[in-house]
């Protein structure tokens, strides 16, 4: 993330603000020191009242963020930068409703009637400073202390009577009880995590060379108390559950690299790299080279390719149902990536795009999805590969004005590592994707300018709930058959906009109309599984919103 620079001494500032969003920035720069300030505040009731579960949504956000550098002399130089947010999201819900088909033309309906509440809290902080000196003309050594915090917490009390209505949206139907459901959750994270990087850069007329170490220490602790059960006469309950667990973790990670972007000659450079990693958790020495080459075959085209060996060591989400010997044995996981790309530019500011990738992936964890939460199993023992490519053309409509077309093809797949069984497609893989935004402005009055976007994604592979009946503590299903996956339906979505630019003396003003999920598409996010018939889940889908309307303002003076 890069903030915005002043371009000259003084002053400036702005607000903003739209149906669920308000902001405030300022800048300003003397001669040896430049600071950019910004607050943030949303409270997107407009928005959360048209999801699924009705009720009483009080979201609040906000956040202050501040930047600042301070130049001691010409060749040394302090930055600063701290940020400090809370999310807050409590609801005290009224009514759940979802639709599910028995065929094409028989839709039923099951709905939640809620007593009670819930709570949610996320706040995090940032702070950080860098000092940059430039040791001589082709030299740099810059050094920096971070320190991260985050701290969130859950609470759910609720008391449910769940209704089955056997011809939905037909007011003649009367609703059934099916039973009674009571949930309680009391679930408390805190991460902290201290991180020390140095860096030095050396340059001349065909290298430049790269070295750096980095430390860090990283504490977690979360604890969770969570249960439920049901009480019916009239179909199947999902068995009782209490889960309460606390996890104590903490990591001290070294690293060191060495990098070198060599120019062969004007036409081809070649980037030499090597990453060394150590983590107290796994125990794990990790090396990690890299590869790439850049070659100017014209002053149009560019061709480019990489490789590397690349880690993800387990943390929060991996760890998180590990018992005391998966601690032991768990390792990171190993990705080799294999990417070629060629680049072509036309006369015209227009650019166009194509890389081909490939990915051998192996030491997997196995995962799942239950609703929007991603479960891992803590064992490696998996391996596969991921393998397409990306299209793309970027250029302006109109001056100043990006827009772009995208499309995106993925084939991933994996196994047991032991060979046994057939390899089946990764969860969260889409095959097919499709990005357009457009922007465009009108040429009697170029001050008004309006926009498209369209998003379109195949859909994405994921476990009924038939298949986690072997489930352990905290959810956590200990066989999993990735021989029965079943698809999500296509997302697609068109979003429209147009916008003014106004001229008000020393000001600016910038007014927006935004039309969201312009056809009301119905877009599924998450599967609900509710028992409404004796020994059988029905899928119930959990879907994003619907079409919406948003109007912004933004003042800048």
């Known amino acids: 993330m890069r903030y915005r620079q002043p371009e000259k001494k003084g002053w400036q500032g702005g607000v903003r603000a739209d149906l669920f969003n308000a902001g405030a920035f300022v800048i300003g720069a003397q001669e040896r020191w430049k600071a950019v300030a910004g607050i943030r505040y949303s409270n997107p009731g407009t928005f959360v009242n048209k999801l699924q579960t009705a009720g009483d949504y009080q979201p609040r956000f906000y956040d202050v963020q501040l930047s600042a550098l301070y130049q001691i002399d010409s060749t040394r130089q302090v930055e600063m930068l701290l940020v400090q947010s809370d999310n807050r999201f409590d609801l005290t819900p009224s009514r759940w409703t979802g639709n599910f088909k028995f065929n094409l033309f028989d839709v039923r309906a099951v709905e939640i009637d809620y007593q009670g509440g819930q709570e949610y809290r996320f706040s995090t902080g940032l702070q950080g400073i860098r000092y940059r000196q430039q040791i001589s003309a082709g030299q740099i050594f810059q050094i920096s202390l971070a320190r991260f915090a985050s701290d969130e917490s859950e609470y759910t009390d609720l008391l449910g009577t769940v209704y089955y209505n056997p011809g939905a949206g037909n007011p003649n139907n009367a609703d059934e009880v099916l039973k009674?459901?009571?949930?309680?959750?009391?679930?408390?994270?805190?991460?902290?995590?201290?991180?020390?990087?140095?860096?030095?850069?050396?340059?001349?007329?065909?290298?430049?060379?790269?070295?750096?170490?980095?430390?860090?220490?990283?504490?977690?602790?979360?604890?969770?108390?969570?249960?439920?059960?049901?009480?019916?006469?009239?179909?199947?309950?999902?068995?009782?559950?209490?889960?309460?667990?606390?996890?104590?973790?903490?990591?001290?990670?070294?690293?060191?690299?060495?990098?070198?972007?060599?120019?062969?000659?004007?036409?081809?450079?070649?980037?030499?790299?090597?990453?060394?990693?150590?983590?107290?958790?796994?125990?794990?020495?990790?090396?990690?080279?890299?590869?790439?080459?850049?070659?100017?075959?014209?002053?149009?085209?560019?061709?480019?390719?990489?490789?590397?060996?690349?880690?993800?060591?387990?943390?929060?989400?991996?760890?998180?149902?590990?018992?005391?010997?998966?601690?032991?044995?768990?390792?990171?996981?190993?990705?080799?990536?294999?990417?070629?790309?060629?680049?072509?530019?036309?006369?015209?500011?227009?650019?166009?795009?194509?890389?081909?990738?490939?990915?051998?992936?192996?030491?997997?964890?196995?995962?799942?999805?239950?609703?929007?939460?991603?479960?891992?199993?803590?064992?490696?023992?998996?391996?596969?590969?991921?393998?397409?490519?990306?299209?793309?053309?970027?250029?302006?409509?109109?001056?100043?004005?990006?827009?772009?077309?995208?499309?995106?093809?993925?084939?991933?797949?994996?196994?047991?590592?032991?060979?046994?069984?057939?390899?089946?497609?990764?969860?969260?893989?889409?095959?097919?994707?499709?990005?357009?935004?457009?922007?465009?402005?009108?040429?009697?009055?170029?001050?008004?300018?309006?926009?498209?976007?369209?998003?379109?994604?195949?859909?994405?592979?994921?476990?009924?709930?038939?298949?986690?009946?072997?489930?352990?503590?905290?959810?956590?299903?200990?066989?999993?058959?990735?021989?029965?996956l079943r698809k999500y339906q296509a997302f697609a979505r068109a979003d429209l906009g147009l916008s003014g630019n106004f001229k008000i003396g020393p000001a600016q003003l910038i007014a927006m109309a935004e039309v969201l999920n312009v056809f009301n598409n119905i877009n599924v996010a998450s599967y609900r599984w509710i028992q409404v018939f004796a020994g059988e889940s029905v899928r119930i889908p959990n879907i994003y919103t619907r079409r919406f309307f948003n109007l912004r303002l933004e003042l800048t003076i």
């Open 180 to 484: 009674y459901r009571n949930e309680q959750v009391d679930n408390r994270l805190n991460l902290s995590e201290y991180r020390l990087k140095a860096k030095w850069r050396w340059s001349s007329r065909k290298h430049r060379i790269e070295a750096g170490g980095e430390w860090s220490q990283t504490r977690f602790r979360e604890r969770q108390l969570q249960g439920a059960a049901e009480d019916t006469a009239r179909s199947g309950v999902e068995n009782p559950s209490l889960w309460q667990k606390s996890l104590r973790l903490q990591r001290k990670m070294y690293a060191f690299f060495l990098q070198d972007n060599w120019a062969v000659y004007h036409r081809w450079k070649i980037r030499l790299g090597v990453r060394a990693n150590y983590q107290d958790l796994t125990g794990e020495t990790l090396l990690s080279p890299r590869l790439g080459m850049d070659f100017l075959a014209s002053p149009r085209n560019r061709l480019y390719a990489n490789w590397g060996v690349y880690y993800q060591p387990p943390f929060f989400y991996e760890l998180r149902y590990a018992s005391p010997q998966d601690l032991a044995n768990i390792k990171s996981q190993r990705a080799v990536h294999y990417v070629a790309g060629w680049e072509h530019r036309f006369q015209r500011p227009l650019r166009f795009q194509a890389e081909w990738f490939y990915k051998a992936l192996d030491r997997l964890l196995p995962f799942y999805q239950q609703e929007l939460q991603l479960v891992y199993l803590p064992r490696n023992r998996h391996r596969g590969y991921a393998a397409g490519f990306d299209l793309q053309i970027q250029g302006e409509l109109a001056p100043g004005l990006n827009s772009w077309i995208g499309y995106g093809y993925l084939k991933a797949r994996e196994r047991p590592a032991n060979g046994e069984g057939r390899a089946f497609p990764r969860l969260l893989g889409q095959s097919h994707t499709l990005r357009i935004f457009l922007q465009d402005k009108s040429a009697v009055h170029p001050n008004i300018q309006a926009h498209v976007r369209l998003l379109y994604g195949s859909g994405y592979y994921y476990l009924p709930e038939t298949d986690l009946s072997a489930t352990g503590p905290g959810g956590l299903a200990e066989i999993l058959d990735y021989q029965n």
